[in-house]
């Protein structure tokens, strides 16, 4: 059948608004239409293509799947060996490299990319005249597996370069992976349907890539970050790492929009440790920092040794998983209560710390894993978070590995212990303030960092305190003498009358601070700071009923009951005017119910990065946060502002890269003047 012109013509426009919508979506991270709209457009062009098949390409968007099933892989011989790279477990060796780079090349200070070493699997991707002919995996180095089918499926990837003068060939490297919650969803759905889980999003990514169906590979949310490039015939290539990523950004393909130029190891070192702090805010997995000799001439130069070249570094982050034994299982307190089950593990180091316990939650979580004393276990630390029991490794476990019973009194006042929630899986000291834990652990969270921020009052010196019956509730703080606590163990005069100041400093408060402090139930920092901004006053907040307390977003029904309940308690009341008296004040607004909407700064996201003179981090994003803004520990393409202090790290760069509004410190203080925040 011969094709009509304007169906031609239409297919055509089509296939490169589909295009360009993929680059607006993956690249620039900038969509412009919705997921409705590009599904329209591509339902045309299926359509279009299926009424007159002459119209088809290889290179059509409608392309990406539908190849038949393959038998197996055929193998692919990479024709520039795929290195891998050297890797670096702490500062030192990042040192080191960069001493071995300058001496090589005679330079003072030497500029690299930094950016993150993603947590999936390394492919190349071949293009011929712009057109992606093939898709390999990176196999030994050498040899690797011709997955074309599967990698057209990945809609991140262009099987047409965007532009025109390409090379006549290229091959690309890059890093396909799966984000936390596309790889969530697939096992959630490999569950439903009885199949296997995955263990973690790099098998995912993986094993989604080495599917025979393409049709499955189709259906798994990959994605792709390119990073290198391999063999290039006949083009004229950038002279840096930095332009290379800009180039194949311009030709559509996706390139990790964190990657930055640094000058000398400290930028380096800096980029690492805002990494390490940002990484948690990522939707995808990522396991360390890949610094890059910035220009490409001295690469060459460096070259490589073995498989993994001189000119670059892996700096990786600690792991986040490690065996070891329980050698026992005890309950703790809480402050409300909550008996908590906790492993005693043999110490071992994970995720950059010395883990030596780990929260078992409930009975439901000691049955679920099936844990006994004496078992070895697979333990994980990530980021800030407790540590937890993963598994059990069922193979090593004892003859003489024992069941542990739950308690039914408390293990610190004896009180009952009483089981609550779904199927009674939480256990609550019935105790009450009767139980020294719970005032232990009240007090404690009362003097944290967060709350009223009493430097030097540590988790001993609570517990002396509550022992020698000195304290009962956190009023009584305010009238503790130093002589009283230099009368405490390994407490001296001096150690004693700075706690005096510490405690005098924290008197002076804010109010989401005080109701974060006050420890009722579920109540966090982010409802704390809902309720002050809502109510201005304590008063307010007292006397709201439920039903109001419930209007405010993310307060639901168990936790406006919680802080109406709190408020009704004589006992909470007491302490509070407990406290009052002894000097603790926080100002009050009137703006009470002000819409947070209305706030100068709402909708706006923020980022601090360097030192401030004038106030800690944590003060300035308190202040912003006053005024509404977001903040967030990363520079992205939705950062609205960066207030970049002294010594900034990479976010300067990067905001700098993306073009967004950077504010110094005295623009910041001007900003906070003029909306009279102190
Ligand atoms: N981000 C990034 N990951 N990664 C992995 N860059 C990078 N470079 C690599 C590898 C294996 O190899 C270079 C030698 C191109």
Redesign the pocket.
Known sequence: MTVPARARQRAADLREQINQHNYRYYVLDDPVISDAEYDRLLRELQELESKYPALITADSPTQRVGAQPLSSFAEVKHKVP????SNAFDENEVIAFDRRIRERAELGVVEYVA????DGL?VSLSYEHGVLVRGAT?GDGTTGEDVTQNIKTIRSIPLRLLGNRHPRSIEV???VFMTHTGFLALNERQRNAGLKEFVNPRNAAAGSLRQLDPKLTAERPLQM?C??AGEVENARMPETQHELLRQLRAWGLAA?PL?ALVKGVDQCLAYYRDLVESRKSLSYPIDGV?Y?VNSLRLQRTLGAVSR??RW?L?HKFPAEEETTIVNAIEVQVGRTGAITPVARLEPVFVGGVTVSNATLHNRAEIERLDVKIGDTVVVRRAGDVIPEIVKVVKSRRPRTAKRFRFPDRCPVCRSEIVYEGGEGIIARCSGGLYCSAQRKEMLKHFASRRAMDIDGLGDKIIDQLVEAGMVEDAGDLYALTAAQLASLDRLAEKSARNLINALERSKWTTLSRFLFALGISQVGETTARQLAHHYGSLRAVMDATEDELQSLTDIGPIVAANIHMFFRQPHNEQVIDKLRQRGVVWPETKQSKQDPSSLPLSGKTMVLTGTLSAMTRDEAKTKLQRLGAKVTGSVSRKTDYVIVGADPGSKASKAEQLGIEMLDEAQFIQLLAEHRVK
Do not use: I, N
């Not at 795929?82 to 790279?85: G, K």
């Not at 950016?115 to 993603?118: C, F, H």
């Open positions: 795929m290195l891998s790279l950016e993150p070493k993603m390394a990176r490297r890059g890093e970050f990073y290198a990790s990657a890949v890059k993994a070249p670059a892996a």
